[in-house]
């Protein structure tokens, strides 16, 4: 995947300026930046969930396999099932059971696999929930923890066998034990799926990622390898961002 020119406004307000970047993949990919940088609206315009927003539109383009996902014959449905989102807060359907919301990403896409309960195994395990789960698949996905809702969350993705996963602060309410999990398991996932991980956590973005961008005032300001990013940034904006120096 790769964003080519990519610009975005909110009405008359624009969020990000003529942004270019590869997504490398299978590598993970942390876009990093301050509050209000466009962080989360550049993921939202790599699977077309930023167009669905009253006023909000894009310009630019994004390539996958080579190809513009913007382009007038491509079904922007069909994108979002080939580019998985995973948002900052656990959202499973609370009352639907745990098998049920593994499964709910398929069935609302109009899609019936034939066996379903290899498909809840196999992404579950994925998603390092499994175990802990197994024995209780009728149990509401809104009686688990946080941190199993959130990887519940990955398994419903998964499920839909997506080429990218993106993931929007996926740890922001998340405790210490529970983040670590999430951690892990993007580690776990590099090597089946190309992740983008937006996070204000500069010590989560060094630990999990292979690249990382820094985003600042809408604007691209250093992509590189994540050791070269965090110990010898050539923009001295982005030094300053992670010591600490504003943020």
């Known amino acids: 995947m790769r964003a080519e020119g990519l610009t975005a406004w909110f009405g008359d307000k ?47 383009d994004v390539l996958l396999d080579g ?11 069909r994108i979002r099932r080939r580019v998985g989102m995973v948002f900052q807060r656990p959202n499973p359907f609370p009352t639907m059971s745990i098998r049920d919301n593994v499964l ?13 309960a290899v498909v809840v195994e196999e992404v579950l395990r994925q998603a390092a929930l499994w175990d802990e789960v197994k024995d209780a698949l009728d149990r509401p996905g809104g009686a688990l923890s946080g941190g199993q809702q959130q990887r519940l969350c990955i398994a419903r993705s998964l499920a839909l066998e997506p080429e990218v996963l ?6 922001s309410s998340l405790d210490p034990v529970a983040t670590a999990k999430i951690e892990e398991l993007v580690h776990d996932l590099r090597d089946r799926y190309t992740i983008v991980i ?33 110990t010898k940034p050539s923009d001295p904006r982005t030094e300053d961002y992670i010591t600490g120096r504003f943020g």
């Open 67 to 77: 190809r513009s996902i913007y382009a007038r014959d491509v079904d922007p449905v």
């Open 104 to 116: 709910a990403g398929l069935r609302l896409s109009g899609l019936d696999p034939d066996e379903p």
């Open 14 to 60: 624009r969020a990000l300026n003529e942004i270019t970047l590869p997504l490398v993949e299978h590598r993970v990919t942390a876009v990093i930046g301050p509050s209000g940088c466009g962080k989360s609206t550049f993921v939202r315009c790599l699977n077309r969930m930023h167009e669905v927003v009253p006023g909000a539109r894009a310009g630019g």
């Open 198 to 230: 937006v996070t204000h956590s500069m010590q989560q973005a060094a630990r999990v990622s292979d690249f990382t961008a820094f985003f600042y005032l809408g604007e691209l300001v250093e992509y590189d390898h994540a050791d070269v990013i965090f």
């Open 166 to 171: 993106l993931m929007d602060e996926p740890c």
